[in-house]
């Protein structure tokens, strides 16, 4: 399926996990300096986002390309 739509959840969901992971790595290298709980909060929320939006990715790649 040639959709458009289909195209940018592919590379925009994947795109968007990267940039959370990177973002989460970069909280949790603050934390290992400055122990804040708060900071494993927002890095464990931010890795379930990245998976969400690599799910997303994957799917979207499956129907993209089936």
Do not use: K, N
């Amino acid at each position: 399926m040639d959709s458009p739509l289909g195209y940018w959840l592919f590379c925009g969901s994947f795109l968007i996990a990267l940039t959370a992971h990177l973002l989460a790595s970069i909280i949790i290298l603050v934390w290992c300096f400055w122990r804040e709980a708060m900071l494993v909060d927002w890095h464990g929320r931010l890795m379930l986002f990245a998976l969400g939006c690599g799910v997303v990715g994957a799917l979207s790649q499956y129907w993209l390309f089936s």
